[in-house]
């Protein structure tokens, strides 16, 4: 029998104050960019002094890092509900680049294009990371691979190849492209083209 592990007064404090400078760091990053973000103002905000900052976040980066993490388990978590229920290939892609949306649509597009540097950097912090580290990809990768067991797909698709290429597509699209009407008619043929590419021929 397991038992858990109560947090103590103390971890829950760390905890709040961890929220409360991840919290002032997003509304900073957000009116000035990462880049430009100006710790001090943080801080101020968060009501900590400095070496707390740098205490749960040793650079701006890691804050972006554990924005990018908490967006794609709220993704991943969203995803997940819909494939419970009837669907299919150009549904399940035309969610995952709604989900997508939705990261933007609530960070603001500056916020947006900062995560998106870094998640593509070479300079990003955690170099260890494996494909198997982000829900999102997982869950098309999976849902791919149940499509070319059922004969849906072609037998010899890459399920990780295509999850990852029509991620890439999604946010490629998403940081290069201003006009609405252009970003729809793009998203919409990169799912037909992600579709087609699929099919069995």
Do not use: N
Not at 9 to 35: N, V
Not at 38 to 52: E, K, L, R, Y
């Amino acid at each position: 029998m397991t038992t858990s592990v109560k947090p103590t007064s103390r971890d829950t404090r760390r905890l709040q104050t961890r929220q409360r400078i991840l919290g002032a760091a997003i509304a900073e990053f957000k009116r000035s960019g990462m880049g430009a973000a100006d710790v001090g103002a943080i801080v101020t905000s968060a009501g900590v002094a400095h070496g707390t900052f740098y205490f749960h976040f040793p650079t701006k980066e890691h804050v972006l890092l554990e924005l990018e993490s908490r967006e794609e388990a709220r993704m991943a978590t969203e995803l997940t509900r819909f494939l419970e229920e009837p669907h299919d290939m150009p549904a399940t892609l035309t969610k995952v680049a709604e989900l997508v949306i939705s990261v933007e649509d609530g960070l603001g597009g500056l916020l947006f294009k900062d995560i998106l540097a870094l998640h593509f950097s070479p300079s990003r912090p955690r170099h260890d990371e494996v494909w198997t580290d982000h829900p999102m990809i997982v869950l098309l990768v999976g849902e791919i691979d149940r499509a070319q067991q059922r004969g849906d797909t072609h037998p010899e698709v890459d399920a990780f190849c295509s999850a990852v290429f029509f991620l890439l597509g999604v946010y490629g699209v998403l940081s290069t492209t201003s006009s609405q009407t252009a970003r729809d008619i793009m998203l919409r043929e990169l799912v037909a083209t992600a579709v087609r590419s699929l099919e069995v021929r």
